[in-house]
C-alpha cells in the first residue's frame, strides 16, 4: 500500500517482530514490485505451510523493498511471489518501530460500520483514489515464527491489512473504486490503462 495520507492507527494488540531491516531506502531493491496490467497481481496466493528460514528471508527481502519504495504495505504477490504473505509498517520514518509480518491472515470478523478512505498502491503509483472498506476488523494470522496469532484492527491498520489481503486474492484497489470515470482519468494520467481494473 502506498503511503497517501498522513494519519495513525490505534492497533489493540502491540506487536514485536523479531525481523529487522533498515528502513533507509536502497538504490537496488531486492524484488521488483509489479504494477497495474502485469497478470502475475491476478493470481491467488497459496498458503504458507510451513514457516521457516526461507520464509523469513522473503520477508526481509519484502520490508526492504517495501521502505525502498517509501509505502507502508506490501503483499507477496506484487513483488512476484505467489504465497499468502505481507509485511506492513505504518511508521517507516521510525527506525525503532517494528514491521508487522502476517503469513496467512483471515479476516474472521469485520464491523458493520464502514469508511470512505483515499487509498493508493505501490502497484499503481501516483494514483490514489477513494474506497469503502469496514471501519475494524479481528483476524487471525501466523507471525514470522509460524506462532498463530489473532488481533483487533481498526484506524489506518484495519485499512492497510484489507488492502494487502486483496492482493493475496488478485484484487487491486482499483477495482474496489466505485467512481470509475475519475478512476479513469487517473490511470490514464499515469500510464495505466482502464481495461485492467477488474471492478467487483
Known amino acids: ?10 492497533n489493540a494488540e502491540k506487536k514485536k517482530a523479531s525481523i529487522a531491516v533498515s528502513k533507509e531506502p536502497l538504490e537496488s531493491p531486492p524484488l521488483k514490485i509489479f504494477t497495474l496490467g502485469d497478470q502475475v497481481l491476478r493470481k491467488d496466493a497459496r498458503r504458507v505451510s510451513k514457516v521457516d528460514e526461507s520464509t523469513r528471508d522473503i520477508i526481509k527481502n519484502m520490508l526492504k523493498s517495501m521502505y525502498s519504495a517509501k509505502g507502508i504495505g506490501l503483499a507477496a504477490p506484487q513483488v512476484g511471489i505467489h504465497e499468502q504473505i505481507l509485511v506492513i509498517d505504518l511508521e517507516i520514518d521510525n527506525p525503532t518501530t517494528p514491521p508487522l509480518v502476517l503469513i496467512n491472515p483471515e479476516i474472521i470478523a469485520s464491523s458493520a460500520t464502514l469508511d470512505t478512505y483515499e487509498e493508493g498502491c505501490l502497484s499503481i503509483p501516483e494514483v490514489y483514489m477513494d474506497v469503502i472498506r469496514p471501519s475494524n476488523i479481528k483476524l487471525s494470522y501466523r507471525d514470522e515464527m509460524g506462532r498463530p496469532k489473532k488481533m483487533n484492527a481498526d484506524g489506518l491498520m484495519a485499512r492497510c491489512i484489507q488492502h494487502e489481503i486483496d492482493h493475496l486474492n488478485g484484487v487491486l484497489f482499483v477495482d474496489r473504486v466505485s467512481n470509475h470515470e475519475s478512476l479513469g482519468v487517473a490511470l490514464k494520467e499515469h500510464g495505466f490503462n482502464s481495461k485492467d481494473v477488474q471492478s467487483i
Not at 500500500?1 to 490505534?10: K, N, V
Open 1 to 10: 500500500m502506498a503511503r497517501s495520507f498522513a494519519g495513525l492507527a490505534r
